[in-house]
């Protein structure tokens, strides 16, 4: 009997294989093929109706795909290749809740099998369901009484407790405690994790104490592979307040480590918290010196101290070895710098901790002078033993606001002293230019560029593009095209003075120098971010989003770096007419999110099945950071309306209505949740303190970017909301049993409170101050289209629209009515049209906030003509409704479709007057070009090359208009469809 069964699984096996090789080809329409020919033969083999679900899902069919699983799901199959295939599809389906419900029938009707009950536990953990988790994991664990099973169980509590902290605090935890300890008192514990494991749940709790007891005690030796034991030891005495200790024990690892900076960060905190108890028991540290006077200072067995039976003694020890005073602190430091050079190691962590305590006991407010010395002379001493690094300016940066005015000029002097160059003379060697650049970089640190006029700091850039030209030949012949050049610094200061200037003046000559400057740097040094960045920056600053996007493809930014810096060009892209462009970067970072909700998934059962239990909570807290990602919302968002208006007919936005799979009447997105993941450390500045990026800045553009992507979101689902109320195929009497049963709320009342939402929105932001408190410095992030969008009357035509929709659809005609709405959108849409062909000029266009204006007017054009084709399909379904009825209302109705053609007429014609001005500015900009390209020919190189970099803005130009008026044709043809289908 099993010799048949092992030969009917061979021969299922051989009849599934090659489906399964279409299906990994990705040549689903054969895989299809394939499964129908097996069924044919075996028409209950339920594995081959799966995979044929699955290649019906991949070829877009995912409502026959879920109806044959609906029906191998009746039958409850328990063998293991036809369940992996169902929890493929409904993945594929996100559905993955069906999957548990999958799972759980098999193992009621198997309850011994281990390898089901792993895979509902597994199925579990993908939906987050923490309670069932514990219940099945137990369930493992009395079945086969393994560990780890146990662990899951416990760690299912523990996420419970993570995931809603007043059940946590009161029953959780306590629970998790009692689990493990359990197994403790047992002799259970067997692996590090588990161990891990009872440490997070004590400190959770604040045990720690008993945390610390663990560490040194049994289980401690368990944690082997914990390289950071001894991290954690004084991290939990730090906790405790036992400053003593955990002083003893960073000296330790100072010693070993004299380069840690979080452990000197750490040492200086114990030792101030020391030192203020130092007075309440000087007598007593001072006589437990005496006693000790001849021992030699403990450094590296310090756990004998922590077993110490004797308690005063373990304190006079303690009192002796730590360092309790900013002096000794001081000594301490010097120790390592001279253990360092006797042992000939250039070390930079003891010299910056002497800065940090200066800067922590000046806080603190104590004479610092008179406990550590001057602080010029500090930083000029770290100036002297690393200012060949490039690493050196970063490491004194934090440390320069401690100078006072004075001060300033004169390290700053003293450092000019130290490199012995003119200020006109360029470095010979490289040791001396990485001097000279960490000069200049301090210099504008400091401020001092600040007070420079127009002139002088016009001088100053000639000064660095000639130290830039005369430094060209310290570059390696070797150097790699993936190694930065040596004098490339240069190039970046300089594009920073340029901005600076543009700043003052407003000309725009200063960036398109600064353009030219680092696309020349950037032949020589392809590799360097730094001026990739600057010119996404200033290409987008003139509106010239194809040169920009040109430049942003060039950093090749992927996987999280999508989310962190998909702000440099995406959130400016789209309003500067780069449609195409932005769009794909959408889909790139839709991609990128959607791929990381998967993954993250597969993480957690990862970290389940190997027991790496800390690692749990860090996947679950980066999935929910993306998640919450306000670029993630703004890209969905932006994407969605992009499909919707860019529909060529209606018929094909009902289409994309409809994949959409929007519900206008849920919320799902938290927005006071939205979290603000970008890096905008990520274009360095030399800028001083005060303008510096800081954190109103930061605030405020987020809450600009967060409150565009939430008008844009209340647009989109306005415009959901429309075409479900014209396309609702409820009658009154259905509608109204669906809300007896709480599953719906009339479409009719769901817009009402869609256009009352839109316009709450867009009153509640215009009456706000926009600008107010932003900071324009060379790092700040580009700003979104909130501004421009909120000039144009988008919101107003969308509610005349909907009012006229409304209208039209009711049962008695209000013709005064209808008339004053059909003209006020008229007049509206005119108006903005007008307004915006009034401002077109060369060289207006040649701005971003007008290319924003025209994207903002067309989107105006797209939004009314989709909302004409739901009145048209509105009017229609209404008319037939009347004729069922008397002639006399159909004849009343008949005005409707002169309203709709009127509309129709006044788009169209705006929509040419903007089309016709668009190609005389396009004309002339060519005009331009051509003008660009002779000059480029007849001037000198520098001159040439500022000629390009001006064809190209204005090439970027015309292609932005090409785009705007591809948009605009799609349009007019959609009115055009409009026109042709009245009846």
């Not at 995931?163 to 959780?172: F, H, L, Q, R, S």
């Not at 992507?709 to 479900?724: E, M, N, P, S, Y």
Request: with cysteine; proline share 3%.
């Amino acid at each position: 009997m099993a010799s048949n069964i092992h030969v009917d699984s061979r021969v299922q096996e051989r009849r599934l294989r090659p489906i399964y090789d279409w299906l990994d080809s990705g040549n689903n329409k054969k895989a299809l093929q394939e499964a129908d020919k097996v069924l044919k033969k075996q028409p209950n083999f339920l594995c081959a109706k799966v995979l044929k679900a699955l290649a019906l899902q991949r070829l877009g069919k995912d409502a026959e795909c879920e109806e044959i699983l609906e029906g191998v799901c009746s039958q409850v199959p328990t063998d293991e290749a036809t369940l992996q295939a169902i929890a493929i599809c409904y993945r594929a389906v996100h559905k993955s809740d069906k999957i548990c419900d999958v799972y759980s029938a098999a193992s009621k009707k198997d309850p011994s099998n281990e390898e089901l009950l792993t895979h509902l536990f597994m199925s579990y953990v993908r939906i987050g369901d923490y309670r069932k988790q514990h219940q099945h994991a137990m369930s493992l664990y009395k079945l086969r009484p393994k560990n780890p099973y146990y662990f899951w169980a416990v760690m299912s509590v523990v996420m419970q407790a993570k995931d809603d902290e007043n059940i946590g605090k009161t029953v959780a935890l306590k629970l998790a405690e009692k689990m493990v300890s359990k197994f403790v008192t047992e002799g259970k514990i067997e692996a590090e994790q588990e161990v891990q494991l009872y440490l997070m749940i004590l400190e959770m709790q604040g045990k720690y104490e008993e945390a610390l007891d663990i560490i040194e005690g049994d289980l401690g030796e368990k944690l082997v592979s914990l390289i950071t034991t001894t991290t954690k030891r004084i991290e939990l005495l730090i906790k405790l307040e036992r400053w003593k200790e955990a002083n003893v024990l960073l000296k330790c690892q100072l010693e070993k480590n004299p380069d840690s900076w979080s452990d000197y960060k750490n040492y200086i905190k114990t030792v101030l918290q020391l030192y203020k108890e130092y007075e309440k028991m000087k007598s007593n540290i001072l006589e437990a010196n005496k006693v000790y006077e001849n021992r030699v200072p403990i450094r590296v067995p310090v756990s004998n101290i922590f077993k110490s039976s004797v308690q005063y003694d373990k304190d006079y020890i303690l009192w002796y070895d730590a360092d309790y005073t900013p002096e000794m602190a001081l000594t301490f430091f010097n120790q390592l710098i001279k253990d360092a050079e006797e042992n000939k190691k250039k070390i930079r962590g003891p010299h910056l901790a002497q800065l940090e305590l200066y800067k922590v006991l000046r806080n603190e407010s104590l004479e610092t002078p008179a406990i550590i010395g001057d602080i010029t002379e500090l930083l000029l001493n770290y100036f002297t033993r690393f200012s060949e690094k490039p690493i050196c300016v970063s490491d004194l940066k934090p440390y320069l606001p401690l100078l006072d005015e004075e001060s300033k000029s004169l390290f700053i002097k003293k450092i000019i002293d130290i490199i012995g160059l003119e200020e006109e003379q360029s470095p010979e060697t490289l040791p001396v230019l990485q001097k000279h650049i960490a000069r200049l970089q301090l210099s504008r640190l400091l401020g001092l560029h600040s007070h420079l006029s127009v002139d002088e700091r016009l001088k100053l850039c000639k000064l660095l593009i000639n130290h830039y030209k005369s430094t060209a030949k310290l570059v390696s012949p070797e150097k790699l095209p993936t190694e930065f050049s040596c004098n490339d610094p240069y190039i970046i200061l300089l594009s920073h003075v340029l901005f600076s200037l543009y700043q003052d003046t407003k000309s725009r000559n200063h960036i398109i120098q600064a353009i030219h400057y680092l696309e020349k740097a950037l032949v020589a040094s392809p590799s360097n971010f730094h001026f990739k960045l600057l010119l996404v920056k200033f290409y987008i600053l003139l509106g010239a989003g194809q040169q920009a996007h040109h430049f942003y493809e060039h950093l090749e930014i992927k996987y999280i770096q999508l989310d962190s810096m998909g702000y440099l060009f995406s959130t400016s892209g789209y309003g500067l007419g780069n449609f195409s462009s932005t769009v794909a970067l959408y889909d790139a970072t839709l991609k990128f999110f959607f791929s990381n909700t998967n993954d993250s998934v597969d993480h957690l059962t990862y970290a389940y099945k190997y027991g790496s239990f800390m690692k749990i909570q860090e996947f679950i807290e980066f999935r929910n950071r993306l998640n919450d990602s306000l670029h993630y919302t703004f890209c969905t968002v932006e994407k969605m309306l992009h499909d919707l208006l860019w529909t060529f007919d209606y018929s094909q936005t009902k289409m994309v209505m409809k994949s959409m799979e929007i519900k206008p009447s849920d919320n799902k997105v938290v927005w006071t949740q939205l979290r603000d993941n970008r890096d905008l450390n990520v274009i360095v500045s030399y800028e001083p303190p005060q303008d510096q990026l800081n954190d109103r800045t930061i605030e405020k553009t987020f809450e600009q970017l967060k409150n565009y992507a939430r008008l844009r979101d209340a647009i989109l689902k306005c415009l959901c909301g429309v075409f479900d109320f014209v396309n609702d195929e409820q009658t009154e009497q259905s509608n109204e049993e669906l809300l007896q049963n709480g599953d719906s709320e009339y479409p009719k009342n769901v817009l009402v409170r869609l256009v009352s939402e839109v316009n709450s929105v867009y009153n509640e932001l215009k009456s706000e101050e926009i600008d107010t408190g932003i900071q324009d410095v060379v790092n700040s992030p580009p700003s979104c289209r909130l501004k421009s969008f909120l000039q144009l009357p988008v919101c107003q035509i969308i509610s005349d629209m909907v009012d006229l929709l409304l209208l039209s659809d009711a049962s008695k005609v209000d013709e005064t009515k209808i008339q004053q709405y059909s003209e006020s959108i008229s007049n509206t849409i005119r108006t903005a049209t007008k307004s915006l062909i009034e401002k077109l000029t060369p060289d207006l266009i040649e701005t971003k906030e007008i290319l924003e204006r025209i994207v903002g007017v067309v989107e105006i054009f797209a939004i009314t003509t989709i909302l004409c084709g739901s009145l048209k399909q509105s009017i229609q379904r209404t008319k037939k409704i009347l004729k069922k009825g008397k002639k006399k209302k159909e004849d009343e109705r008949s005005n409707d479709f002169i309203t709709f053609k009127n509309i129709l007429k006044d788009v169209s014609e705006c929509i040419l007057e903007l089309e016709e001005a668009l190609s005389k500015i396009n004309d002339q900009i060519s005009g331009k070009i051509v003008a660009n390209e002779v000059e480029a020919l007849n001037l000198n190189e520098s001159n040439g090359d500022i000629a390009n970099i001006e064809m190209k803005i204005h090439k970027s130009y015309c292609a932005s208009i090409k785009e705007i008026r591809q948009f605009l044709q799609e349009k007019q043809f959609y009115i055009n469809t409009l026109k042709s289908q009245l009846t």
